[in-house]
């Protein structure tokens, strides 16, 4: 099983003792690159399959401006209109319904992970702890008498299912 690498950092913003775990990509996949691997071992050309996902994008990208969600791959991803507007009360004004308004909000593509992937990737997924510089750290595996560490629990914090946003929406976990 391949390891994915991450390092910790300090929230600064709520204050001393607060870190949270950072994964480190190895690097990006362009479509090309992924369309050829995709194309290992099967009779369909890369550039094909390449025409295929390009003209199937694009049908999405036209019915998600019509409002629709758009299941990318079955039980995969789910690609949607989201809108990212609120208010609040402040110490003249109570916040209504009425007052939330699109024009006042940011329009933003949302994007979600199915439940079923999100699992299998915990079952399947080791990581490796490394330092600034990549170097892997040896990690001390603390566990309290009569207890397992599971995988995704809560010691010092976060929880089962809780996973980065996507740039530019959610993820379901």
Known sequence: MARVKYTVRENKKLGKHSFYAVPIPNDTLTFAELCREACDNTSIEPSIMQAAVTDFMKVVQRNVLKGFRCNLGDKFLTVYPNLQCSVKDTDKVTATAKMVNAANGRSRLGCTVSIKFSQQFAAEVSWQKVD???????????????????????PGGGGAGVNPPLPGGTVEG
């Open 132 to 154: 600034d510089r990549g170097v892997a750290i040896e990690e001390d595996n603390i566990v309290e008498e009569g207890k397992e560490h599971q995988p995704g629990g809560k």
